[in-house]
């Protein structure tokens, strides 16, 4: 397989985490390195090395990092999204857990390049051994003088670093609403540009604020220690260096794999080949992006562009397997209940189509399903796509749209017969109850 470690170089090192053996492998040269360079310079690394956030969107680092303005007095702060909510995807989990100054590294240069006051690495509520290992790297850096005042001797870089737990919301993995949720309100989504101005300007308390993901500032951390040209060296020609991939699913070796940019999709498979059965399908960036069937993944690379030419998503690269023993149906049901249940509720198209969508495929699934449902269906997904306050909606409507087009014969299946296409389900399984308010008797 296309393995490619750059930020996982010293995954397996015994002690990684710790400050003295991060050091002796050449730790926190990157932060020394970078405060030799102007701050402008600094960012014109991240742009030479083509680096874009990882946190599923794919936007190009530094603008962000460019449009945080020099000339004002406000504080300037920093926030690592480390929600990882996305289903399938546990990179960054990882990181934080066996390279933790890795993070604590790329957060300190990038508040060195974007004038920052203080950082905060906002972490799933779940999240609590990672939380521990960061907030230990933290302490290890105050002590080394990397965090605090006067960082590296610089008189005025002070910047302090703090750990801020989430309470295991989804939704507060949405950059607006983790402001909201790190402000201490309730996680809900803020209106954005081009209606107010992005949190480059306007972020926290009314102030410059710079967000990206785990995997972002891990990878600055490398670019800055070696250069963004060599980082650029690796992908393809818009999507350059690596990405993490959080392998799961029907799969003999499940893992987090770092590969280059550009990487046949199918490479991943090797990683123990599928188990249980043949290949069905896969969804290659998180529960959010369209499922993709088995024939057509030959064409499809984990880079951004090829992704979205075959019409799904590398997202934030939690890549699932599925073998034929996968009923897509109730997949697609159990999709939806983590959609709804993670619906903050703000907006009505996600609110409440995000409710009928589980209530008709849990309809479906316990054998009560109608003509015109797939119809219905897509009806909903097209209400909620695009017309959401945030891209919860879009996430929840995705994945439904792209199932019933790669396998609309298996809704078909379980509508016309009351039961699964899969294996030798004879009678309607019994209808599993999540809460009975919401399992619609079969008609
Ligand atoms: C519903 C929803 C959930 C999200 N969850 C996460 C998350 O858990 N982690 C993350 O980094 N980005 C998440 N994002 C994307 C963030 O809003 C934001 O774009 C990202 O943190 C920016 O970092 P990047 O530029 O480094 O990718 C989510 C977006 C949406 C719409
Ligand atoms: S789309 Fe609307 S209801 Fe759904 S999470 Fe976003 S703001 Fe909340």
């Given at each position: 397989m296309a393995i490619r470690n750059l930020l996982f170089?010293?995954?397996?090192?015994?002690?990684?985490?710790?400050?003295?053996?991060?050091?002796?492998?050449?730790?926190?040269?990157?932060?020394?390195?970078?405060?030799?360079?102007?701050?402008?310079?600094?960012?014109?690394?991240?742009?030479?090395?083509?680096?874009?956030?990882?946190?599923?969107?794919?936007?190009?680092?530094?603008?962000?990092?460019?449009?945080?303005?020099?000339?004002?007095?406000?504080?300037?702060?920093?926030?690592?999204?480390?929600?990882?909510?996305?289903?399938?995807?546990?990179?960054?989990?990882?990181?934080?857990?066996?390279?933790?100054?890795?993070?604590?590294?790329?957060?300190?240069?990038?508040?060195?390049?974007?004038?920052?006051?203080?950082?905060?690495?906002?972490?799933?509520?779940?999240?609590?051994?990672?939380?521990?290992?960061?907030?230990?790297?933290?302490?290890?850096?105050?002590?080394?003088?990397?965090?605090?005042?006067?960082?590296?001797?610089?008189?005025?870089?002070?910047?302090?670093?703090?750990?801020?737990?989430?309470?295991?919301?989804?939704?507060?993995?949405?950059?607006?609403?983790?402001?909201?949720?790190?402000?201490?309100?309730?996680?809900?989504?803020?209106?954005?540009?081009?209606?107010?101005?992005?949190?480059?300007?306007?972020?926290?308390?009314?102030?410059?604020?710079?967000?990206?993901?785990?995997?972002?500032?891990?990878?600055?951390?490398?670019?800055?220690?070696?250069?963004?040209?060599?980082y650029a060296k690796l992908g393809t020609?818009?999507s350059k260096g690596t990405k993490i991939i959080?392998?799961?699913?029907?799969?003999?070796?499940?893992?987090?794999y770092e590969v280059e940019m550009g990487t046949p999709?199918?490479e991943l498979?090797?990683?123990?080949?599928?188990?249980?059965?043949?290949?069905?399908?896969?969804?290659?960036?998180?529960?959010?992006?369209?499922?993709?069937?088995?024939?057509?993944?030959?064409?499809?690379n984990l880079d951004?562009?090829?992704?979205?030419?075959?019409?799904?998503?590398?997202?934030?690269?939690?890549?699932?397997?599925?073998?034929?023993?996968?009923?897509?149906?109730?997949?697609?049901?159990?999709?939806?209940?983590?959609?709804?249940?993670?619906?903050?509720?703000?907006?009505?198209?996600?609110?409440?189509?995000?409710?009928?969508?589980?209530?008709?495929?849990?309809?479906?699934?316990?054998?009560?399903?109608?003509?015109?449902?797939?119809?219905?269906?897509?009806?909903?997904?097209?209400?909620?796509?695009?017309?959401?306050?945030?891209?919860?909606?879009?996430?929840?409507?995705?994945?439904?749209?792209?199932?019933?087009?790669?396998?609309?014969?298996?809704?078909?299946?379980?509508?016309?017969?009351?039961?699964?296409?899969?294996?030798?389900?004879?009678?309607?399984?019994?209808?599993?109850?999540?809460?009975?308010?919401?399992?619609?008797?079969?008609?």
């Amino acid at each position: 397989m296309a393995i490619r470690n750059l930020l996982f170089e010293h995954r397996e090192i015994a002690g990684i985490e710790e400050m003295d053996v991060y050091e002796k492998l050449g730790g926190y040269e990157g932060l020394r390195r970078a405060v030799t360079l102007e701050r402008q310079a600094v960012i014109d690394e991240i742009k030479t090395s083509g680096l874009r956030g990882r946190g599923g969107a794919g936007f190009p680092t530094w603008i962000k990092w460019n449009g945080i303005p020099k000339n004002t007095d406000k504080p300037h702060y920093l926030i690592c999204n480390a929600d990882e909510g996305e289903t399938g995807t546990y990179k960054d989990r990882e990181l934080m857990l066996k390279l933790p100054h890795l993070l604590v590294e790329g957060m300190v240069i990038a508040g060195y390049a974007c004038l920052g006051t203080a950082g905060y690495i906002y972490i799933r509520g779940e999240y609590v051994e990672p939380a521990w290992q960061i907030r230990k790297a933290i302490d290890q850096a105050y002590k080394k003088g990397y965090l605090g005042k006067n960082i590296l001797g610089i008189e005025g870089f002070n910047y302090d670093l703090y750990v801020h737990m989430g309470a295991g919301s989804y939704e507060c993995g949405e950059e607006s609403a983790l402001m909201s949720s790190l402000m201490g309100e309730r996680g809900n989504p803020r209106l954005k540009a081009p209606h107010a101005p992005l949190p480059v300007h306007e972020g926290v308390w009314k102030s410059p604020t710079l967000v990206n993901n785990v995997e972002t500032y891990c990878a600055a951390t490398w670019i800055l220690k070696n250069g963004g040209a060599e980082y650029a060296k690796l992908g393809t020609e818009r999507s350059k260096g690596t990405k993490i991939i959080s392998v799961s699913g029907h799969i003999a070796k499940p893992a987090n794999y770092e590969v280059e940019m550009g990487t046949p999709l199918l490479e991943l498979l090797k990683a123990g080949g599928v188990t249980g059965g043949k290949l069905k399908a896969v969804i290659p960036g998180g529960s959010s992006v369209p499922i993709m069937i088995a024939d057509k993944l030959d064409k499809i690379n984990l880079d951004y562009e090829s992704c979205a030419a075959s019409g799904t998503m590398l997202g934030s690269g939690g890549f699932m397997v599925f073998n034929d023993t996968t009923d897509i149906v109730l997949l697609m049901k159990r999709t939806s209940e983590f959609y709804m249940h993670e619906s903050c509720g703000k907006c009505t198209p996600c609110r409440e189509g995000t409710r009928w969508l589980f209530k008709i495929l849990d309809r479906i699934t316990s054998g009560g399903g109608r003509e015109g449902d797939i119809e219905l269906l897509l009806d909903i997904c097209s209400q909620i796509d695009g017309r959401s306050y945030c891209g919860l909606g879009d996430a929840a409507a995705w994945p439904i749209v792209g199932a019933i087009k790669a396998f609309r014969e298996e809704f078909e299946y379980w509508i016309e017969h009351k039961c699964s296409p899969i294996g030798d389900h004879a009678v309607p399984p019994t209808p599993v109850v999540v809460n009975p308010l919401l399992t619609l008797t079969p008609a």
